[in-house]
């Protein structure tokens, strides 16, 4: 089947008893649009009722991730080394000491 161009009057002939026919049924097309906003608030209350259920709570394990992996990982990985570092030094002072008392 060829695609024939619609003369510029066929398309204006067309926009315009379309245009007619939405004039005359205004009253159900109003009808229509109004069920159709009700409908799309209604719509709008539940994906923000998602939002808060599901989205906001993501949102803030990931921030307290981020946090822990920028702030809170490179203290408690320094503060790890230095209890160990700590209890090493400590055995390697009472490993002296007793070495000490032992030649005495």
Known sequence: MRFRKKPWPQRLAVVAVTACLIYVSFP????????????????????????????????????????????????????????IRNARDLKEAAERIEERDSKS
């Open 28 to 83: 159900y097309v109003a009808g229509v649009i109004g069920a159709g906003v009700g409908f799309s608030v209604a719509l709008l209350y539940v994906l923000a009722f998602v939002l808060m259920i599901v989205v906001v709570p993501l949102t803030t394990v990931w921030l307290f991730s981020f946090v822990y992996s920028v702030v809170a990982k490179p203290y408690v990985r320094a503060w790890r080394i230095n209890r």
